[in-house]
């Protein structure tokens, strides 16, 4: 079982990034997804949540009308688009898969900055 973040970097505020996460070793449609982020001296917290299928997305308060959940099944990945940007998202950003078994990636950097 693999999930492999991508897209992380150094954005300016009110700058945007894609994030992505690659799963493979499990059946990828089976499982809901969720994004995480971890902030310098902060404990680990929920972003953003998908079903199985992609029907259904819920957000974290702080990163509504901002961040957008979704998912390609035919691809086993998930994405996070990031928009308006703000330094108080900076963060290591996880993916997580919710199934039989819970599994996690490793996390990708985003620095929010100018």
């Known amino acids: 079982v693999q999930l492999v973040e991508s897209g992380g970097g150094l954005v300016q505020p009110g700058g945007s990034l894609r994030l992505s996460c690659a799963a493979s070793?499990?059946?990828?449609?089976?499982?809901?997804m969720s994004w995480h982020r971890q902030g310098p001296g902060k404990e680990r917290v929920s972003v953003a949540f998908?079903?199985?299928?992609?029907?259904?997305?819920n957000y974290a308060d702080s990163v509504k009308g901002r961040f957008t959940i979704s998912r390609d099944n035919a691809k086993n990945t998930v994405y996070l688009q990031m928009n308006s940007l703000k330094p108080e998202d900076t963060s290591v950003y996880y993916c997580?898969?919710?199934?039989?078994?819970?599994?996690w990636g490793k996390g990708t950097l985003v620095t929010v900055s100018s």
């Open positions: 998908i079903t199985n299928d992609g029907g259904t997305a």
């Open positions: 070793g499990f059946t990828f449609s089976s499982y809901a």
């Open positions: 997580k898969a919710w199934g039989p078994g819970n599994y």
